[in-house]
């Protein structure tokens, strides 16, 4: 439960793995998953006389992050040495950018509730990443396949106040850099990993609390339920008269708390100086146009062109474009029907629960939902079959019409057809009679049922209720 008496003060640092598919200052590749030490070479693990290059597709990724989200590109940027050792970092110190990163400013849009924010960015900087530690048992192993993999490290301000804002900003976050294409932004493979900043204040003041940083969270579901344990823990505290003590914490997942990392007593100095071995990166008007002429439209932009387009309501039109290809996707199977709103809510009712937001593989052919729209948009099927035809044309690779007639689907409105099949269903289920007597009508939906049945689906809902009605009226007065 909130606690109405202070306000919770929250930040970001997101750092995201970029999709180039080789590692920042050598050849080594990126990709995830292979076997450990496999990935690695004298630059990335630092052995003397090896020389770091920076790879050009990272320079651009980084220039396109920062074009979406509408940050300052410096002109002239450059790397520096942050020095500390940990095993993880066979180097003795991180390439990173500290005083002068590629892209200042900016900001990220956010809708909570409907209510429409901008959190502003500090800025964005490129580093390397360090390698991984594999805790088994009493032993720790090292992995330095992810040495020298390519980030960014993106930098909120700290302008979120409720777990529920932070959770939006990632979301909205990931759908843009899902949508530039520069990174995969799978969070359970650590290619997008968050640590969060956070502390509390009385409601009205304009100063901070002692902040407390919980690293490495992996979820943006884990990220809304560390939020709103340490928020409630600062508050206990501040209302049992204690202080908040600055420290680093984790998150534990099968404890749902926050636990203690380390206490932050003094300021680490990472003895920060520029990278000898990198020059300085000098990026010109006309490199920065041409990435900019190359950006595809933004999610926000897609949402408001298939709501004025389409017609679709904005939370169907949200759905939708999740991703660049499910966009596309719903956007080749409306092309195939006049009936866009109807087409949507099969997509997503139907489709989207199954392939996800990735949408690796198509399910079903763009044509045949097209055509599975336009049977239902002019009723030539009910709500129920059209959604059975879905799955029968991905099973049977065949057009949907051709199944519905084969299995007698199309939509039965001649009344003289279904009369009889009426009547037969109240023979079948005499009782029905004698509870409408007592006055439970609906035992009248007994009738509907077995007509559908006996139709596959296919009888018209409101003829067949209106002849339910007509038929045990007779019943009744007979």
């Known amino acids: 439960m909130r606690n109405e008496r202070y306000e919770a003060v929250i930040g970001l640092e997101v750092h995201v793995e970029l999709k180039t598919g080789r590692k920042i200052f050598c050849t080594c590749p990126a990709e995830f998953g292979a076997e450990p030490n496999t990935h690695v070479c004298p630059t990335c693990l630092g052995m003397p006389g090896a020389l770091p290059v920076l790879d050009e597709t990272a320079v651009e990724f980084a220039v396109r992050a920062g074009l979406a989200l509408n940050c300052t590109i410096n002109r002239t940027s450059w790397f520096d040495r942050k020095n500390y050792y940990y095993s993880d970092l066979p180097k003795g110190y991180q390439i990173t950018q500290n005083d002068c990163p590629i892209c200042l400013g900016g900001a990220v849009p956010i809708d909570v509730d409907g209510e429409k924010k901008a959190i502003r960015l500090t800025r964005i900087h490129m580093e390397e990443d360090a390698g991984k530690l594999i805790h088994r048992g009493d032993t720790t192993e090292i992995d330095y396949n992810r040495c020298g993999v390519p980030l960014i490290e993106i930098v909120s301000e700290p302008d979120m106040h409720t777990p529920e804002e932070a959770k939006a900003y990632l979301n909205s976050l990931r759908r843009i850099l899902l949508y530039i294409g520069v990174s ?124 004025t387009v389409f017609g679709l309501r904005r939370e169907t039109a949200e759905l939708l474009v999740q991703t660049p290809q499910l966009a596309r996707y719903f956007e080749d199977c409306a092309a195939h029907t006049e009936y866009k709103t109807t087409c949507a809510n099969l997509f997503v009712g139907e489709i989207l629960p199954i392939v996800g937001e990735d949408c690796a593989e198509r399910y079903l052919d763009p044509a045949y939902l097209g055509e599975i729209s336009t ?46 099949i009426v009547r037969d269903a109240l023979a079948a289920n005499p009782k029905v009679l004698a509870d409408v007597r007592r006055g439970k009508l609906t035992a009248k939906k007994q009738l509907m049922g077995h007509v559908m049945r006996a139709t596959s689906g296919g009888a018209d809902p409101l003829l067949t209720e209106r002849l339910i009605d007509t038929v045990v009226a007779e019943a009744l007065n007979e």
Not at 214 to 232: C, F, P, Q, T, W
Not at 389 to 397: P, V
């Open 184 to 307: 995969d932004c799978k969070m359970n493979e650590g290619s997008l990993r968050c640590d969060v900043n956070v502390s509390v204040r009385p409601h009205g003041s304009d100063g901070f609390g002692t902040k407390c940083e919980i690293k490495n969270l992996n979820s943006i579901h884990y990220v809304g339920r560390a939020l709103e344990y340490e928020i409630d823990r600062q508050c206990r505290i501040l209302d049992e008269g204690g202080a908040i003590e600055s420290e680093t914490r984790r998150y534990n997942e099968d404890r749902d708390i926050t636990e203690t990392m380390r206490k932050k007593e003094t300021v680490i100095d990472y003895r920060y100086f520029a990278e000898p071995n990198i020059p300085p990166l000098c990026i010109s008007e006309e490199y920065i146009g041409s990435i900019r002429r190359r950006m595809p439209k933004m999610p926000d932009e897609r949402v408001e062109e298939l709501c």
């Open 375 to 420: 049977l239902l948009g002019e009723g030539s099927v009910v709500s129920g079959n059209a959604k059975r035809l879905i799955h029968l044309s991905k099973e049977r690779g065949e057009a949907p019409k051709t199944i519905a007639e084969k299995e007698r689907m199309m939509k039965i409105t001649d009344e003289t057809v279904l009369l009889p």
